[in-house]
């Protein structure tokens, strides 16, 4: 069974850093992974990608230098660290299996963490 | 990059069939063959009911079907159902980036 587990959100204030993990099992890791968020209330952002080995990695223009994607194959990790939060960052963040095609996401999504940034 | 446009709610009774659009431009929708739409129920994640504009993935009924024209794809429900009820979300590949439309609120009437 696929299962991608996601840690790390919490309440943090404006300006300070989160590192956000994602724990996958079931199928295999050393493929494309994403992180995808979604505001209380409000849409689908596409948030970032990284390839089977992190040697490649985009970023959506709005976290773009904040934000920064990696992983760890040899602990079936994903990470988001997130850096200078603003209040508009505030989302359920999902962790994403996704084609290296077209950068979207497949069928494997995470249950979401939620990250709340308040002054 | 703006979202793609979808319109906020689409209604149907039930058997009937809605169309949803989503709106982007010749850098996103209209340049490559990679939407993909996404079913989320309240309170749910979301579900990848089409990728590759008109492709369906193992287990997805037959009554959804995608298709594009130009800078606008299109996801059709057919035999409309009271469990189709649901946030629809596009997404389009952007060549660096990829990004999702707006949202459009399915509701059977």
């Known amino acids: 069974e696929v299962q991608l587990v996601e840690s790390g959100g919490g309440l943090v204030q404006t300006g300070g850093s989160l590192r956000l993990s994602c724990v996958a099992s079931g199928f295999a890791f050393n493929s494309a992974m994403g992180w995808v968020r979604q505001a209380p209330g409000k849409g689908l952002e596409w948030v970032s990608v990284a390839n089977g080995d992190a040697g490649g990695t985009y970023y959506a223009d709005s976290v773009k230098g904040r934000f920064t994607i990696s992983r760890d194959n040899s602990k079936n990790t994903l990470y988001l660290q997130m850096n200078s939060l603003r209040a508009d960052d505030t989302a359920v963040y999902y962790c994403?299996?996704?084609?290296?095609?077209?950068?979207?996401?497949?069928?494997?999504w995470g249950q979401g963490t939620l990250a709340t940034v308040s002054s | 990059q703006s979202a793609l446009t979808q319109p906020a709610s689409v209604s149907g009774s039930p058997g009937q069939s809605i169309t949803i659009s989503c709106t982007g431009t010749?850098?996103?929708?209209?340049?490559?063959?990679?939407v993909s739409w996404y079913q989320q129920h309240p309170g749910k994640t979301p579900q990848l009911m089409i990728y590759g504009v008109s492709n369906r993935p193992s287990g997805v009924s037959n009554r959804f079907s995608g298709s594009k024209s130009g800078n606008t794809a299109s996801l059709t429900i057919s035999g409309l159902q009271a469990e189709d009820e649901a946030d629809y979300y596009c997404?389009?590949?952007?060549?660096?980036?990829?990004?999702f439309g707006t949202g459009t609120k399915v509701t059977v009437l």
């Open positions: 994403v299996k996704v084609s290296w095609n077209d950068f979207l996401p497949t069928d494997y």
């Open positions: 997404g389009s590949y952007t060549g660096n980036a990829a990004i």
């Open positions: 010749s850098s996103d929708v209209g340049r490559y063959d990679y």
